[in-house]
């Protein structure tokens, strides 16, 4: 089927003719009814003595339009080229993946549906997906231990009728997974939804939850989050917070242990085009106690929206700290 779909789109882009728009950073409009989109990353990291450097991410964006109807797709290559402590030698080791395709339907402001595989929707970090775009080169705790990054499922979203400008959203997955292996946690069955305020571009406030099990570790959990960002002066500040309820599943033992995860981070212009961010993570597991912190400092320089060169050192308690950096363009 990954071989079917791909092979479709690879056809339907390179055979349409119409009237073609390029402007870098925003893609190629051919004639309103399909666009295409690209980019790249780069990423490097050391911790102790161990370091790896990758070119990481090649992608091809695209979605073509046929009234209210359109059909998103993402394909990565990644792993195109590494360079790795661990290993003696550098290696090749492309890996073609699809990490969206989706069909939308958009009836109007109040009410839409995407079917398919998509971003789970929820809360600030989990939206942003692409390198270029995000303030800094880690991702924060809430966005790879709490919830699936991706659904292979329904979504329903839209506005609610009001002048008030929220928003919500509904997902559900009952079914396999496309390319369940390039998610961070393993799931046929998620239910979950989502309502935001929003008051302007630089302000808002949301609340989320829902139920998934994931089966590796074959446990249940409910998940409830807050979240929300504003402006204030010349700063940037956002966060998140979540609580999961965890059950074990396993018939030997049905004991059910609590965590919980933050993140707040701030971002303030240094200089022209240059950004620092302080991100501080925060997590406690009762299952074992564990407690985690992490302080991650990164300078993002940002030429243009689309383009972002980023180094970050991220402290861990009781953990080597790493040292990171990447480079990423989205065309």
Do not use: C
């Amino acid at each position: 089927m990954r071989k079917i779909t791909f092979a479709f789109l690879l056809f339907y882009t390179f055979s349409y003719g119409g009237d073609l728009f390029y402007q870098f950073g925003r893609g190629l409009n051919i004639d309103n009814h399909l666009w295409l989109g690209s980019y790249i990353s780069i990423n490097y990291w050391k911790k102790g003595s161990e370091n790896e450097i990758k070119f990481d991410d090649i992608a091809l964006l695209s979605k073509i339009f046929f009234g209210k109807f359109s059909l998103f797709s993402e394909f990565e290559a990644n792993n195109i080229y590494v360079s790795s402590s661990s290993r003696k030698n550098k290696y090749w080791d492309i890996e073609f993946e699809i990490e969206r395709i989706f069909l939308s339907y958009h009836y109007n402001d109040f009410f839409n549906i995407k079917i398919g595989r998509f971003l789970t929707p929820l809360g600030i970090w989990n939206k942003i997906h692409i390198d270029a775009l995000k303030w800094t080169v880690s991702d924060p705790l809430v966005s790879t231990a709490f919830f699936p990054m991706f659904t292979t499922g329904i979504n329903i979203n839209g506005y609610f009728p009001t002048k008030e400008n929220i928003k919500y959203e509904f997902f559900i997955q009952k079914n396999k997974s496309i390319n369940s292996s390039y998610n961070n946690l393993k799931t046929e069955d998620i239910i979950g939804f989502q309502v935001e305020k929003l008051f302007d571009v630089n302000k808002k406030i949301g609340i989320n939850g829902g139920i998934f099990e994931e089966e590796k570790a074959q446990e249940e959990y409910k998940f409830l989050g807050l979240y929300g960002k504003t402006k204030i002066k010349s700063f940037f500040f956002s966060s998140e917070v979540y609580y999961a309820n965890e059950k074990s599943k396993k018939k030997v033992k049905h004991k059910e242990y609590g965590k919980i995860t933050y993140y707040l981070q701030l971002v303030k212009r240094i200089f022209n085009k240059t950004y620092f961010i302080f991100r501080k993570d925060g997590l406690y597991d009762t299952s074992d106690k564990h407690h985690v912190d992490i302080w991650t400092f990164t300078l993002n320089f940002r030429p243009r929206f689309n383009i972002s060169f980023k180094v970050e050192y991220q402290f861990y308690e009781r953990k080597d700290d790493y040292i990171r950096s990447s480079f990423a363009v989205l065309f």
